[in-house]
Every structure is written in C-alpha cells, then in structure tokens.
C-alpha cells in the first residue's frame, strides 16, 4: 500500500484510434481490496473521462497571517469545453461578492463583482510537442478534455494527474483505508513530505491527506498538515456526475456597470 516510486503516467492517457475522445484505462476499482498507489493514482489521471457532465461543490478553510479564511467554489462542467467556477467568501457576505470563471472551450470570460472588473479571452493554447513518445514520462501533461482554471481547487480535483505526479509522488504516500465524503465512499491517502512544494512547507512535518470518490476518481477532500496544526482544508460537500443541467446552465452576461480590463 506504500510507494516511494516516482509515478510519471500523467501524460501516458491511450487515444483511441478512431479519433473518438479518450476512454479511461481503468473502468472501475476493485471492491474487494484497495489499490495500490499506483493502481490509484493511475485511476485518478482519467477522472473527468468517466462523466459527460459534473457539478461540484468544495467548501475550503486554510490559515494565514490574517487568519482563518474560508471559501465556496461550486463548479458546473459539460464536455467538451463548457465549464463555469464561482467563487464566494461567506464572511463577506452575499451581495456582490463572487467571482466567476467561465468558457466554451474557445473563450474564456471571467468577472469579479466586488471590483466590477470583467474580461474575454481566448482560451489558453496548449503546448506543442508534449506528446513525444520519445519523452520521458516526467515532462509530459495531462490534457484535459475540458479546461477548468489553472492553479485551482476544481482544476486539481477533477483533473489530478498533474497533482499525483508533481505532488504526491514526490513523498511517500499510502493508500489507508476508505471513508464516506459527500454521501460517497472514497479512498484515503496520506503523503508525507513531498518535495515539490512551496518552501514554507519544505518540512520533513508536512502531510498531505486527500480522499478520492472510488466511482469517479475525483478528488473529494485535501487536507494539509505541518506538525499537528491543519493548515489548509478543502472538501466536497456535493458530488453529481452527469446531473441534468439547465439550458442555461452556461450563460452570462457582463452588468452594464462592468470595467473590461481586456
């Protein structure tokens, strides 16, 4: 159940030869017997593969030098390319206090409405070459079948090959055991000390614990430790694969009071 083998197979998804969009490698997990760390991670790489659609939502608290705060992300995808993220702080209350992140696949809109602040972009262009064969399995990408925002709580839950080979498997983790988040049964595992981190968490201290839904392969709990204190928490409180999405589900309009930076 431990491993201290590098995992690289992030960018090592088959494509199926009749051009169709990519299938999971591992259908499904065994339920009689918990995987291994490469068995999960591996599982985990194809999680948006195993729904047409997801609704999500992730309560976060993590702690600064200003305190606690906390956060509600609820995100909305439908492949290919359809995907919304608003993002909410209950302490500042309701009115106008959200921020929100949407695209098709070939435009990206974003909005904050405390600032009243919008912008429209193209969507990021992928990096060209990445799927060498002759590549070493570190220096290859996963590529996501629909685009969430970079460097977020939604882009590493439901996209978490890039995380389990650039974050887990820096450390040592460990597959222990199974428990209920969301109303579904997920698989714990706990990392101690990976590597590849910000340096004030470069500390032999330092753990990560996540939770992955055993179904999908999403993750649905990450919890970060240095010593006994948590420093950061985030949980997926709803979990809906391919739920029945309104018409609208997708669309936004900019107020007529928005500033367009671009």
Not at 37 to 64: H, P, Q, Y
Not at 185 to 213: K, S
Request: hydrophobic fraction near 35%.
């Amino acid at each position: 159940m431990t491993s201290t083998r590098l995992w690289d197979r992030a960018g090592d998804l088959p494509v199926p030869a009749d051009g169709d969009r990519p299938r999971a490698e591992v259908s499904a997990l065994t339920t009689t017997a918990l995987p291994t760390v490469d068995e999960l991670f591996t599982f985990m790489r194809d999680a948006e593969l195993r729904f047409g659609a997801l609704r999500m939502r992730i309560e976060e608290r993590s702690g600064g030098i200003d305190g606690e705060r906390s956060a509600i992300i609820e995100t909305t995808l439908r492949h290919r390319g359809d995907a919304k993220v608003v993002t909410s702080e209950p302490a500042l209350g309701t009115a106008g206090n959200y921020e929100i992140w949407i695209s098709d696949g070939e435009t990206v809109r974003t909005y904050s409405a405390p600032h009243r602040l919008g912008t429209r972009r193209p969507a990021r262009r992928r990096v060209v070459g990445l799927e060498d064969r002759d590549l070493p399995g570190f220096a290859k990408v996963y590529r996501p079948l629909t685009a969430l925002p970079m460097e977020t709580l939604p882009e590493t839950f439901v996209h978490p090959a890039g995380y389990c080979q650039n974050v887990l498997a820096t450390g040592r983790c460990t597959v222990v055991g199974t428990e209920e988040v969301a109303g579904r049964e997920a698989i714990l595992l706990r990392c101690d000390h990976p590597r590849a981190i910000e340096r004030v968490g470069d500390r032999p201290d330092f753990r990560i614990a996540i939770a992955v839904d055993r179904a999908t392969g999403v993750i649905v709990r990450l919890v970060e430790t240095i010593g006994e204190t948590v420093t950061r928490r985030s949980e997926v409180t709803e979990l809906e694969p391919d739920p029945a999405l309104p018409p609208a589900a997708f669309e936004f309009a900019f107020p007529s009071d928005t500033t367009s930076i671009y």
